[in-house]
């Protein structure tokens, strides 16, 4: 039947409706019970609307999907916000990177004030603003009144920044949640390093066998100058992470920083525990999944805030690892404290001898970014002299600041 069969005004067909759209309708009708209170119409179709927000965001969602996330609310309580965001986590995504984008399509989505009916469909819809409005407070005065209020943008960008500079120490547990999304969103540029073999290029050097080959390939004539150049390659990176007790507040996000950077370039990045013994958790690091790679971190370190011996422990690695390669031409990063129980001097001597196998050494201190800090620990002390650069790893912000040494290193 055409539209002019119908009276309408055009021959044109009509458009037949999308599979998912006939797949969801369908499950939707399959919800529907005669129990249902009345508006229960409108809740499925935000659900259904829901899944397309998803899929905007990036998450693949597939109409089986669809199918398998309204089936999964039909067992769900739909008054609880958990088991909705569950009911849709574990039928919408497929991949580990698909969480990341799911929780914001979700919080975007959902948040709302916890008096509101969050499975209806508001009369006058309040504008969504970003997860990140939440790290700083309401204005006061500002009520749950009829009149209609508009949002100030700058409240989401300021609370991201906030996070950003905010000492790691400090954060709540909901701001650390949001930290590691930051955390993910970090793009290493690796140091690099000219290699002894060389490749063919527009600039450089003449390759004479090249040019000769070309030559004999063209009757003996010389044509264009054949060059070549070296090729670069990642240089090495070496990280120290201190996690004895007074690094305790910062262990745990220094080792999703060193995850972060292993991801970026796994064989070109070696990583080890300082404490009372040396531990090195490389292996455990590669893995794609940062919540598993620091649980099988965590099992692998014995010493986990307890005491730190940053001398025995730093020679110890130049024994075993430093000497024979590892700490070769590299840039080694040591984040620590300074705090040293052992002889100050044992670790000046071992911060000699690591300058002179590294590239560069990298000294970060949570404490260097605090007003009023001076470099007065024994440790600390003793080792500056042997160090190319000090910075202050306590927030996101000092973070990525070190990822801009590391890349010009």
Not at 92 to 116: E, G, I, K, M, T
Not at 340 to 350: K, M, T, V
Request: hydrophobic share 40%; aromatic share 4%.
């Amino acid at each position: 039947m055409t539209a002019g069969d119908t009276g309408g005004s055009s021959d044109t067909p009509a458009p037949r409706p999308h599979a998912g759209a006939v797949l969801a309708a369908g499950v939707v009708d399959d919800l529907r019970g005669p129990a249902d209170p009345p508006g229960a119409d409108e809740v499925l179709e935000d659900f259904v609307a829901f899944t397309r927000l998803v899929r905007g965001a990036g998450v693949p969602v597939t109409t089986d999907r669809v199918a398998a996330y309204l089936q999964a609310l039909r067992l769900s309580d739909l008054t609880s916000e958990v088991a909705t965001y569950w009911a849709g986590r574990l039928t919408l995504c497929a991949d580990p990177d698909d969480v990341v984008r799911y929780d914001h399509a979700f919080a975007a989505w959902f948040s709302s004030d916890p008096r509101d009916q969050r499975m209806g469909r508001p009369s006058q819809p309040k504008p969504r603003v970003s997860t990140m409005a939440a790290l700083t407070e309401p204005p006061p005065g500002t009520g749950d009144g009829d009149e209609e209020e508009t949002p100030e943008l700058r409240v989401a960008a300021s609370g991201e920044e906030v996070l950003r500079d905010r000492d790691i120490a400090e954060l709540s547990i909901g701001e650390r949640e949001h930290l590691k999304q930051l955390l993910a969103l970090l793009r290493p540029a690796p140091p690099k390093r000219r290699a002894r073999r060389r490749r063919p290029a527009r600039r450089g050097e003449p390759d004479p066998r090249r040019t000769l080959r070309a030559a004999l390939a063209n009757g003996g004539e010389i044509g264009d100058l054949r060059r070549r150049a070296r090729r670069e390659r990642p240089r090495r990176v070496v990280l120290l992470i201190d996690v004895s007790g007074s690094m305790s507040p910062y262990a745990d996000t220094l080792l999703r920083f060193a995850h972060v950077v292993t991801r970026r370039t796994p064989t070109a990045v070696e990583t080890f525990t300082l404490g009372t013994r040396l531990t090195r958790v490389t292996r455990e690091l590669r893995q794609r999944d940062p919540e598993r790679a620091l649980a099988d971190a965590g099992r692998a370190i014995p010493d986990w805030s307890g005491g730190t011996r940053l001398g025995e422990v730093l020679r110890a690695f130049l024994d075993r690892w430093g000497q024979r390669g590892v700490a070769r031409r590299a840039v080694v990063v040591v984040f620590s404290d300074g705090w040293e129980r052992g002889g100050a001097e044992l670790l000046g001597e071992q911060s000699a001898r690591l300058r002179r196998l590294a590239h560069k050494v990298v000294w970060v201190n949570p404490h260097a970014g605090k007003s009023g800090y001076a470099p007065v620990q024994g440790g600390i002390a003793a080792a500056l002299p042997h160090v190319d650069r000090l910075l202050a790893g306590h927030s996101l912000t000092t973070l990525a600041e070190l990822l801009e040494v590391l890349r010009d290193a």
